[in-house]
């Protein structure tokens, strides 16, 4: 069984900062790649950041240059290190995860989502 566990989502005025984590546990063998979506009221999730085992990212376009994805070594736990945030990055932020584990293969995995709000 594996579960990922975000935290770090919060209250920020337009302009500030937030670093959200998620923390992979479990019987787990290797995940590639990890990363970070968001789902705002009314509009599909979407990608917002992504990173492979190998350290390659990938990033939607209108968080490039604000937002910066990170992972520890053990690539079990993936950061996502938000500055310049605007009233439009609002929204519930999920970390995924492809995880491969010792008994059942590879399969997608979703944290509970953590809400981020922007706003003054």
């Known amino acids: 069984q594996v579960q990922l566990v975000e935290s770090g989502g919060g209250l920020v005025q337009p302009g500030g900062s937030l670093r959200l984590s998620c923390a992979a546990s479990g019987s787990i063998f290797s995940i590639n790649p990890m990363g970070w979506y968001r789902q705002a009221p009314g509009k599909e999730r979407e990608l917002v950041a992504a990173i492979t085992s190998g350290g390659d990212t990938n990033y939607a376009d209108s968080v490039k240059g604000r937002f910066t994805i990170s992972s520890n070594s053990a690539m079990n736990t993936v950061y996502l290190q938000m500055n310049s945030l605007k009233p439009e990055d609002t929204a519930v932020y999920y970390c995924?995860?492809?995880?491969?584990?010792?008994?059942?293969?590879?399969?997608?995995?979703w944290g509970q989502g953590t809400q981020v709000t922007v706003s003054s």
């Open positions: 995924n995860a492809d995880v491969t584990t010792y008994y059942s293969g590879t399969s997608s995995y």
